[in-house]
């Protein structure tokens, strides 16, 4: 560890000449560079996080923070951590101790100037300068895993509505995970007799290249993969909804030379179930906001098998919905975003957009334009296409069910239809983080004076940050507030446990019915 003290005293030295000066351009902190002072001092990562924080943070200005103070405050401290490091004694025995606690108050201090901040996105994450260890403050965890709401988890098992009260008809209710899980294991299953075609054929070979010996061990693997993976679908069919991640993660990394890419590119769709009632009331649940891949074109193979499962399947459903509405015996509607942790603004069109037509306006939206924190542009209008076949909306009634693991997209999703006619919000306040982002690690003068800085696990300090600040009509910003809903219901766990029964669908269904 000697070598780690005699860095962090020589830029400690540095640290101490240093003082704080207002930028007259931008820096680049994806420039390793620009970050080499930081990643062996304290008080050198203090000073590119305030930086950094300084010029590309969007939300300064629902902000109560005084950030000059908190440099006056701050840096002084960083610095002293860095003196201690140089005084450590790398012989002595408890010398990973001494690196714990200074490492630990490093953290406890970001944690202190971070946690206030209002942003819902927000996430810094530091590489230690001594035990080159990453950890990362996030705002918003912090506050919300204090509501006792945070843990509450709605299951996705309609069972109880399939089979005890009779609402809902199994044949008109699709669950694309197990159906992704299924389209996957026949498509093995259909691998798994050519796979078996080769082995026989090497063994029926007298000579083989050394190519080959490597490439029948890898059918073989597979073969053995495959059939594991069948036997424990056959004996719990729960398991078809992880078969694309099993597949993922087990099989692939060991076969790239059979060509069995990674499903989607690891990056999997979200989970859909969609229904109808037996008295007209149509339902969406997503996982996430991940679905613009998979319902595209130019998928092949097993994806494409997959993409077509998830396309019929929300075709069906909508088509169907937009039928009732025309004979007016549509009930109304539930889009249920419940632990969903946001994702694509495109997926909108199939969710919240799939009821309504047009645009659907949302509020205004502002980027900064200069390294001020409160260089902003005008303000513009903020608008998501909807689904580009509605000529009009859906007039029955929309209820959102949402809680507090309700992310981003989710959260846009649940203020859309509040502010629609008819719609509102069924479960409990929102998570809080309410604005839009660019791309994750992102840095680009030319996209302006604001979104994410540093490479994740690679640079010293790296910043996830929102790229515009968001105003919703009627309420402004909602960046660690959420959304509340018209009606406050928390999640059953035990009754869910007890007895299969979801009770905020069951308000929801209640509303629809009833109107109250």
Known sequence: MRHLYTAILALAVMAFTGCRQDRDELISYNSKPNMFGAENSYGEQFKVMWHAMNTNYAAWEIEDIDWDDIYVTYYPRFVELDTLASRGNPDSPDVEEQINEIKNKAEAMYEEILSPLHDGHTKLAFIDPLTKEQYSISPAMIRNQARPDFQDCPEWDLSYYTTVTDDIDAGNCAHLYPLMGKAIMNWLAEEAVELQQAIDEYDEEETHTGTETIEQYQRLSMLSAIAKLQENCATDPARYQDVASIYNKTIVPNHPALGYPTLFGGDLPADLLLFITKDNIAY????????AAVMGDGLEGVEETIGELYKQSWHTWHNLIYRMHSSGTLKGVIIDVRNNGGGNVSDFQYVAGAVMAGECVLGTMKSKNGIGRLDYAPAVSFSIPCYKGNSESITAPVVALANAQSVSMAEITTIAIKQKEGGISIGTTT????????????????????GTFGVRGETAVYGYFPYHLCSYTGMGPAEGKGFTPDIEIRYDTDLYNQTGRDNQLERAFQYLRTGK
């Open 431 to 450: 998570w809080g983080g309410c604005t839009t982002l660019i791309g994750d690690g992102i840095y680009n003068e030319a996209a302006g004076y604001a």
């Open 284 to 291: 969406l649940r997503l996982s996430g906001f991940d679905l």
